[in-house]
């Protein structure tokens, strides 16, 4: 499979704990995207990389929130210190120049 | 007022039927359109992908965009019970940097 992939699928952490999620792209892609999407809403965009630069990161993005793409390949996002508002899916898409995105299946984070 | 507007439905159509699923936008500096199909619980799969105004089909699906009026729309011909989802646009400026979202319009086609 050469879609993009997402690690871990399901993750259920404890109010103040830090999650890492890892997203592999399509391997050609030189775009990495992430998003959070709630119920019933739209995927909101976070951040953004061209190969290893971050090049656009949200203004809604609090510093808990940090993402790398160290050698342009995968790419992990780091949440510290989780709050119960953290909770949703987390998306990863990739893009090669100026095609559409592809996403994969995201990571399903719950706070409790 | 948000970037991209998009009706959240539920819209409920019988099998064969057409329908036309719509976006508004604000920010006349978009340039590049998108839209996605999202089934319940999975990552949004990319449909259809056009650049400035203008019409493009890909078999039962036809994207449209108007830039004057900053509306867009996909057309779905002989609709199955299969292409129930949620339909979402999605647009960029030239630079790619960054994509806005519409919330989605959720889609029930009846056998």
């Known amino acids: 499979d050469t879609g993009v992939s997402q690690d871990p699928r399901h993750k259920i952490t404890k109010r103040g704990q830090n999650v890492t999620f890892r997203c592999d792209p399509i391997?050609?892609?030189?775009?990495l995207y992430w998003y959070r999407q709630t119920l019933g809403q739209g995927p909101e965009f976070l951040t953004y990389?061209?190969?290893?630069?971050?090049?656009?990161k949200s203004r809604l993005l609090s510093d808990r929130f940090s993402a790398e793409r160290p050698k342009g390949s995968f790419s992990t996002l780091e949440i510290q210190r989780t709050e119960q508002g953290d909770s949703a899916m987390y998306l990863c898409?990739?893009?090669?120049?100026?095609?559409?995105?592809?996403f994969g299946p995201g990571t399903r984070l719950t706070v409790t | 007022q948000k970037e991209v507007e998009q009706d959240p439905g539920p819209l409920s159509v019988p099998e064969g039927a057409i329908v036309s699923l719509n976006c508004t936008y604000s920010n006349s500096a978009f340039q590049y359109f998108m839209w996605y199909r999202q089934y319940s619980r999975k990552g949004p799969e990319l449909l259809m992908y056009t650049y400035s105004s203008g019409n493009k089909e890909d078999g039962r699906f036809t994207a449209q965009v108007d830039k004057s009026s900053k509306y867009i729309s996909l057309f779905i011909r002989d609709s199955q019970p299969s292409d129930s989802a949620t339909y979402l646009c999605a647009m960029s400026g030239h630079n790619f940097n960054k994509f806005y979202f519409g919330s989605g319009t959720k889609l029930n086609v009846k056998p």
């Open positions: 990389f061209q190969n290893e630069a971050q090049l656009e």
């Open positions: 898409a990739s893009s090669f120049t100026s095609q559409g995105q592809y």
């Open positions: 391997s050609e892609h030189n775009r």
